[in-house]
């Protein structure tokens, strides 16, 4: 796992950015949410974008120089 964000428009954001470097990333639901909306469909909540071990160092690196905090 990358990195964890608070929605999914956070995440798709940066999986774009990783994209256009040329690393595969996909992102989920976290399981920091477990249990919220039982039954019922919930679109928000926070997410975690995922990248192949292996290119784990280059993709927070991507991420340190285009989205400094």
Same mark, same amino acid.
Request: proline share 6%.
């Given at each position: 796992?990358?990195?964890?964000?608070?929605?999914?428009?956070? #995440?798709?954001?940066?999986?774009?950015?990783?994209?256009?470097? $040329?690393? /595969?990333?996909?992102?989920?639901?976290?399981?920091? #949410?477990?249990?919220?909306?039982?039954?019922?469909?919930?679109? $928000?909540? /926070?997410?975690?974008?995922?990248?192949?071990?292996?290119?784990?160092?280059?993709?927070?690196?991507?991420?340190?120089?285009?989205? /400094?905090?």
């Amino acid at each position: 796992m990358l990195e964890v964000v608070g929605s999914e428009p956070e #995440a798709e954001l940066i999986c774009s950015l990783l994209r256009s470097e $040329g690393i /595969p990333c996909i992102q989920q639901k976290t399981n920091y #949410a477990a249990g919220v909306g039982d039954g019922m469909s919930v679109i $928000g909540g /926070p997410r975690e974008v995922v990248v192949h071990a292996e290119r784990l160092a280059e993709a927070r690196e991507i991420l340190e120089r285009q989205l /400094p905090i």
